[in-house]
Each structure stands twice: as structure tokens, then as C-alpha cells.
């Protein structure tokens, strides 16, 4: 499984961002996939996963009402919509194959650094 992250970049804070995963699996749809950060100095973290059924999806405390998880199985996509971002959100996030719901991850990616700015 290769997986490519997207969309990272420097937002104010309150400001949105989309993440976008995509994957090379020919199974795509038959994996839960999900979202994870690192800040600097600190362990990576599990952040939200979506399930194989849309609206399927499974949030962190830290994250819950500001960001969702989101699949597209045509396009083989992962997506992390992110809102009203803080600058505790800074960090490298990655997505990754779930071996086990809702948070053991399995493959990664490479990251892509998202920077909130206060």
C-alpha cells in the first residue's frame, strides 16, 4: 500500500484545511483508513478514521466538531477537512491504513506539515 498526503500548508488560527490522501491499494475499499499527527517533541497521535460505510467515521477528543474524515472509493481518496484550527493543530500529519478499528494503524504515508499560526 502507498499512500501520498496533500494539503498541508500555514493557516491562521480559526482558519480551514483539507487533507487529501491518495492511495494506490487496487482494495481500496475494503480498508478503514485514518489521519494521525506528530507534533515536534511529542508521540504521534491518532487524530480521526472513516469506516468502509460512508459517514462511517471516528474522531479523537482533541479534534471532535472541528475535524471530519471522508473516503471517495472512485478516486481511491482519503480526505481530513479540518476547521476553526488552533495552534495546538500544528503538526506533521499522515495517513494510514487501519488494521483495526478505529485506531491501529498499518501502513503509513509520508506526512505533510500543517502549521496554525496564532
Known amino acids: 500500500v502507498q499512500l501520498q498526503a496533500s494539503g498541508g500548508g500555514v493557516v491562521q488560527a480559526g482558519g480551514s484545511l483539507r487533507l487529501s490522501c491518495a492511495a494506490s491499494?487496487?482494495?481500496?475499499?475494503?480498508?478503514?483508513w485514518g489521519w494521525f499527527r506528530q507534533a515536534p517533541g511529542r508521540q504521534r497521535e491518532f487524530v480521526a478514521s472513516?469506516?468502509?460505510?460512508?459517514?462511517?467515521?471516528y474522531v479523537s477528543d482533541s479534534v471532535k466538531g472541528r475535524f471530519t474524515a471522508s473516503r471517495d472509493n472512485a478516486k481511491k481518496m482519503v480526505y481530513l477537512q479540518m476547521s476553526s484550527l488552533k495552534p495546538e493543530d500544528t503538526a506533521v500529519y499522515y495517513c494510514?491504513?487501519?488494521?483495526?478499528?478505529?485506531?491501529?494503524?498499518?501502513?503509513w504515508g509520508q506526512g505533510t506539515q500543517v502549521t496554525v499560526s496564532s
Open positions: 494510514a491504513s487501519i488494521r483495526r478499528w478505529p485506531d491501529e494503524a498499518r501502513y
Open positions: 491499494e487496487r482494495t481500496f475499499t475494503n480498508y478503514y
Open positions: 472513516v469506516g468502509r460505510s460512508i459517514g462511517h467515521t
